[in-house]
């Protein structure tokens, strides 16, 4: 049977209300009507009363039993003044002596109830501490780099109290533990750099680290006293000692450090922003209680490293960072110049790599990858992108351990585990990605931290400590160097600023769009009121030079003929007219689609054709003429237009040649549309479509050309293609392709 059990049960364990306190001290709860509530089991020990006799008693009562004559009704006053308070730190500790011996009294409070804790006074004293701590600073302080300034304040905090082993222990990413710092009684064996799981804090222990800096475990091998309640016994655990210091520790913690061979503990929570960044973890190996200012001094010292922590680490970040950001600068200056986004960041001196450590990068954008350094193939590339289209929630994603998420990361883990993605485009998929390649290393565990399980004489399982401290190595494949914040944040930064490339582009090429859709209707408008307002002169300037010619009889030949050629040069223009107004006439309409007979429509064609040109040696083939789908009238116009160009420019070959023949397949329908004339010097090709454009050739033939603008704006309506292929004085074959839309 498969079954499984780990040291995250401990989660679990609610180690704030566990009944008990630890015997070095006792305590005593009052509710909100001064009357005693809670009292250690264990108050007999130091004071001539039971527990029980004290229980349900005023405060008064329990204050006559501390027998202060100098100081009468002290607690009640306490007690008023913490009412008002919001934290008790101008109070605690509260020094009394009762027969002689010295306790420091500590307040605290939890729902309705506030404790009194008693422990003992003895140690070092408030002005030694004073002392101690002012040279501790200083001295801490000395420390140029963050490892040195740890070392200097692990050897502050053994002489502030006098532990046998002082461990700076750092929190991991994953929440596993490390110890980067040891001062120590030289007989000891060192801990320094060796790994404890995550699973020896659980998360809730973690919790009360970060509310409470110090916590004391004065000696594992005293048994902890309960703590009782008026009502019944069963409601005792409900008294919750997250403020309390007298916290009797969890059997599994207590278990665990007798394993370890450890007395007492005692440990000091260092915060960075807010978060729990590690312990001072101190260990003696007999009992050692430390007084109230002892640890308090401790605690200040915890702050103070707590608060070099931030600048020391930033500081010594300073020298990549300047790296970084000198990249960054010269990146913003190439995406400000350079046009093409992925060339300013990946062709120049300075590329996307500069802004990490990372040897490899990936740029994936306008369905263009470009890659620097040492990436994954191009095929795991592209699985890895889509991977990380899939996965990616955030605009941010990193790992140093990708194939632990991704298996196929296992094949190129020499080049890319550690990976760190940052999205440019979600819907488009485009981003930018970071490799950094494996580095193997080597762990050493304080005992095998995978065996937290062992079995019971019985033969049953049970959830229990590691037994086994002995340094146990693990080998960390699949690995690579951790992304540092500052990496993190250059790529931040670089993605908003390509992000504002981008947007520049976008925002130019929508403008300029907008500009040729305005050019264009303009030109529309233009060309057809142009054209029309033409019209009327230009028939006058016909009508009245055929009046003239009609019916004056006294005009001379001369006179005739050049009449005549202003009414053919009308003729002419109002024909140019015509086209015009077809070609504005184009861009206004809307496409109706129609299927059309195409063999019906080529016939009629030809008919018209060459009865309007009446070539002399034409030989005009028409080949299949599949249907297609448009508009009648427009697609008339180029198919007229494109057999009387082949059957115009062909005209001086003998015999005349043109063919025009019709080939289907899935997507199209396309036409060509052959002759043997003059052809087209290739250079022009997209120049023909231009309006007006004439190529320098067919100066002899006549024409306006407007005709094949009308073509190309027509297919464009159709959503078709045009394409020319020609050989000066050989021949040209047009191609015109049509969506194939099957008949419903
Ligand atoms: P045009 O009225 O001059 O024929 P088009 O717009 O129809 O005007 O054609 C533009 C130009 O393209 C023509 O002037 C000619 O130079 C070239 N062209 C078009 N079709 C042919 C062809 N079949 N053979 C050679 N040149 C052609």
Not at 91 to 98: F, Q, R, S
Not at 409 to 434: D, N, P, R
Not at 629 to 634: A, C, E, K, L, R
Request: glycine letters at 6%; a negative charge; one cysteine or more.
């Amino acid at each position: 049977m498969d079954y499984q059990v780990d040291l995250t049960n401990c989660d679990r364990e609610p180690i704030h209300i566990p009944g008990k306190v630890q015997s070095h001290g006792f305590l005593v709860a009052v509710n909100s009507a001064n009357h005693i509530q809670f009292v250690s089991e264990n108050v007999s020990a130091f004071l001539p009363a039971t527990a029980s006799s004290l229980l349900g008693k005023p405060v008064t009562a329990f204050e006559d039993l501390l027998n202060q004559p100098d100081t009468p009704g002290f607690l009640v006053q306490m007690l008023q003044m913490s009412r008002r308070a919001k934290n008790y730190d101008y109070i605690n500790p509260y020094y009394l002596e009762i027969d002689s011996v010295g306790y420091n009294l500590i307040l605290s409070k939890t729902g309705e109830c506030f404790i009194f804790e008693f422990e003992p006074a003895a140690g070092a004293t408030q002005t030694d501490i004073q002392k101690i701590i002012g040279r501790s600073v200083s001295e801490m302080l000395n420390g140029r780099h963050l490892q040195q300034l740890l070392e200097n304040a692990a050897n502050q905090i053994k002489s502030l109290i006098g532990y046998d082993r002082i461990m700076i222990y750092k929190f991991l990413e994953d929440g596993h533990g490390e110890v980067i710092a040891e001062v120590k009684n030289d007989d000891l064996e060192p801990f320094l750099g060796l790994h404890y799981p995550a699973t020896d804090i659980p998360k809730q222990a973690r919790e009360l680290y970060k509310i409470n800096l110090t916590r004391i475990i004065s000696d594992v091998n005293t048994e902890s006293s309960p703590i009782l309640t008026i009502v019944d016994n069963s409601q005792s655990t409900s008294l919750d000692l997250t403020h309390a210091t007298l916290r009797a520790v969890s059997p599994i913690h207590i278990q665990y450090l007798k394993n370890m061979g450890v007395a007492s503990s005692f440990s000091i929570s260092l915060m960075y922003k807010d978060e729990l960044w590690g312990l001072v973890a101190c260990h003696n190996y007999t009992p050692r209680f430390i007084n109230y200012q002892a640890r308090d001094a401790s605690k200040l010292v915890g702050q103070i490293i707590s608060s070099a922590l931030e600048y020391k680490q930033e500081e010594e970040d300073t020298a990549k960072i300047t790296e970084y950001k000198d990249a960054f600068a010269e990146l913003t200056e190439l995406l400000r110049k350079d046009g093409d986004i992925t060339e300013a960041v990946t062709r120049h001196a300075t590329t996307i790599l500069d802004v990490t450590d990372a040897t490899g990068a990936a740029l994936i954008l306008e369905d263009r990858t470009a890659t620097l350094g040492n990436t994954p193939n191009a095929e795991q590339l592209a699985q890895l992108v889509n991977w990380l289209k899939q996965n990616m929630d955030d605009q941010i994603y990193y790992t140093h351990n990708l194939s632990n998420v991704y298996k196929p990361g296992v094949a190129f883990s020499q080049v890319a585990s550690g990976v760190l993605a940052c999205t440019l485009s979600k819907e488009l998929g485009e981003m930018m990605i970071w490799f950094k390649p494996e580095q193997l290393s080597t762990i050493n565990w304080a005992g095998n931290p995978d065996k937290p399980v062992e079995i019971r004489e019985d033969g049953l399982l049970q959830l229990s400590p590691r037994r086994s401290f002995e340094v146990w190595s693990e080998t960390v494949q699949y690995a690579s160097v951790h992304w540092t914040r500052a990496e993190i944040t250059y790529v931040l930064k670089l993605r908003e600023e390509i992000l504002y490339a981008i947007n520049r582009q976008a925002t130019q090429i929508r403008t300029l769009n907008e500009k040729l859709q305005q050019a264009y209707e303009e030109l529309d408008t233009f060309s057809f009121t142009i054209s029309h307002d033409l019209r009327t002169p230009l028939s006058s300037i016909k009508n009245y030079s055929e009046l003239l010619l009609q019916t004056n009889t006294s005009l001379d030949d001369n006179a005739r003929n050049i009449l005549k050629k202003v009414v053919n040069g009308a003729d002419k223009m109002n024909f140019l007219i015509k086209e015009v107004l077809h070609y504005s006439k184009v861009g206004r309409t809307d496409v109706e689609f129609v299927r059309i007979d195409m063999k019906h429509l080529v016939q009629e064609l030809q008919n018209e054709i060459t009865v309007a040109l009446n070539p002399q040696h034409l030989k005009l083939t028409v080949g299949n003429t599949p249907d297609i789908h448009g508009d009648p009238t427009m697609i008339r116009q180029v198919f007229a237009n494109l057999l009387n160009n082949a059957i115009k420019y062909s005209g001086k070959s003998n015999p005349s040649v043109v063919t025009i023949e019709g080939k289907e397949n899935n997507n199209e329908i396309v036409y060509a549309i052959s002759d043997n004339g003059i052809g087209i010097d290739l250079q022009y090709y997209n120049r023909i479509f231009e309006l007006f454009k004439r190529m320098s050739n067919v100066r002899e033939y006549e024409g306006t050309g407007v005709g094949l603008a009308i073509v190309k704006r027509i297919i464009e309506k159709h959503q078709g293609r045009i394409w020319v292929e020609s050989e000066l004085g050989v021949g040209t074959t047009f191609y015109v392709a049509f969506r194939n839309i099957q008949d419903a």
